[in-house]
């Protein structure tokens, strides 16, 4: 059973950072396009930023230029580098792996942003 599990969530203050982790087991790692998604109560699920298994990496718009993903082929993990965190970006954190019809989620980690 293929695992994702993230870590790193937690309650800063706006303008502050948080690294979120997702270890993945059980698949080719490096062979799939990895993402976080985020979502709020009552909300849809929206994706925050993708990379893929060539290193090519994509942004909402939202979080451009605060946010940096990442991943460690070697240690099967992506990260998503937070900075400047806004009350807006709070939401749960979703990671992702998908390749053709395999679409993979984690549980999420919960990030809150509050003074």
């Known amino acids: 059973q293929v695992q994702l599990v993230e870590s790193g969530g937690g309650l800063v203050q706006p303008g502050g950072s948080l690294r979120l982790s997702c270890a993945a087991s059980?698949?080719?790692?490096?062979?799939?396009?990895m993402g976080w998604y985020r979502q709020d109560p009552g909300k849809q699920r929206e994706l925050v930023a993708r990379i893929f298994a060539d290193g090519t990496t994509n942004y909402a718009d939202s979080v451009r230029g605060r946010f940096a993903i990442t991943r460690d082929n070697a240690k099967n993990t992506v990260y998503l580098q937070m900075n400047n965190l806004r009350p807006e970006d709070t939401a749960s954190y979703y990671c992702?792996?998908?390749?053709?019809?395999?679409?993979?989620w984690g549980h999420g980690t919960q990030v809150t942003v509050a003074s």
């Open positions: 059980r698949i080719i790692f490096n062979i799939y396009n």
């Open positions: 992702n792996a998908q390749r053709h019809h395999r679409d993979y």
